[in-house]
């Protein structure tokens, strides 16, 4: 009986997994590590071997579903993971489109913008959340529909970065003779289609090929969401300063009155009752048919010479309080898409 109960205790205790505190050897992190040399891998035989280069990249593609799943399962969770695989999800795209650039010269242009758009949208987004009081740059409650639904549907999203890879790697493999082969012929209605100004489509296409045409939607609209997700991140920051401007202007003002009131009761003419003064920041915002309110006040006692009531503004008036009061802030200032 006595080991049965020991037994019971172990078996539903936390594992060696659950019990470490150790960050770098989470196991997701671990995962993380082996999608690192994966993805170094696949770029150091990019040149002179296709094949294991894709299947590198594609394992490492792997760990990076994995390593979610096993935060979840360990609770291992952390900051560090996140930032991890945020990092290596950007530097893996930047390097096969660098890798694109070298395979097609002429195309060095429009893989460079992609390179720019994928890099400084993430950003953007991922600092404009954090600013505004997030724990995650995946934001679930954007203004925009488009980002709102990317970011909201883990099927959706997944669709459009697979697609984004598939479209690189095929566009790599079609820079190899022996991948432009086999080739599967076309339906006479698309034969000989003109997509654009001196492009037309072949009688027949390597499947490659089809592959490629088949991850342009999922690839055009991941594209489409980078441009929006970069333009309003934009516009919450330049929200996010203008707030914060407003909140200095109006806590100078603050301390001038109580500079007045200083002076004033110093000269006899305060007589130290003076009505508490009272400083309030209101942060409203109406997003997706909803309103919040946020406010911080602070009263100050009467002949304090409104000392209590500067420092009180301060904090109220803080952007930062404000963001750690509700959470997230959002500003009502007529920009919906």
């Not at 999203?157 to 697609?163: L, P, R, V």
């Amino acid at each position: 009986m006595v080991g049965t109960r020991s037994h019971t205790r172990r078996r539903g205790g936390p594992g060696f997994f659950e019990r470490h505190d150790n960050v770098f050897l989470y196991v997701p992190n671990l995962i993380g590590y082996a999608r690192v040399a994966a993805a170094i891998y696949a770029f150091g035989v990019a040149l002179h071997d296709p094949a294991a280069t894709v299947l590198a990249y594609f394992a490492s593609f792997v760990c990076d579903e994995l390593d979610g799943r096993f935060a979840r399962k360990f609770g291992q969770s952390s900051t560090f993971g996140a930032v991890l695989d945020m990092v290596t999800d950007r530097v893996a795209t930047t390097c096969l489109l660098a890798v694109l650039c070298i395979v097609y010269p002429a195309w060095h242009l429009p893989c460079l913008l992609l390179i720019m758009l994928d890099i400084s949208s993430h950003w953007f987004q991922m600092y404009s959340t954090l600013a505004m009081g997030a724990t995650t740059h995946k934001d679930t409650h954007s203004r925009s529909l488009i980002v709102r639904a990317y970011y909201s549907s883990r099927m959706f999203m997944g669709f459009c970065c697979i697609c984004c890879e598939v479209l690189y790697l095929a566009l790599y493999l079609l820079s190899w003779p022996l991948w432009q082969a086999p080739a599967v012929g076309l339906p006479a209605v698309l034969a000989g289609l003109q997509l654009a100004p001196g492009v037309v489509l072949p009688a027949a296409l390597p499947v490659v090929a089809l592959v490629a045409l088949a991850a342009v939607p999922g690839f055009a609209v991941k594209q489409l969401v980078n441009v929006v997700q970069l333009r309003t991140a934009a516009q919450q920051l330049v929200l996010y300063d203008k707030q914060g401007r407003r909140a200095k202007h109006m806590q100078t003002e603050d301390r001038s009155a109580s500079g007045s009131t200083v002076a004033s009761h110093d000269s006899g003419s305060g007589g130290g009752g003076s009505s508490p003064r009272k400083s309030e920041c209101v942060i409203s915002a109406s997003h997706s048919g909803w309103a919040r309110t946020a406010a911080a006040a602070a009263a100050a006692p009467a002949g304090d010479g409104g000392g209590a009531a500067a420092m009180a503004a301060e904090d109220a008036f803080s952007p930062r309080a404000a963001a750690a009061c509700e959470g997230r802030m959002w500003f009502s200032e007529g920009l919906y898409y």
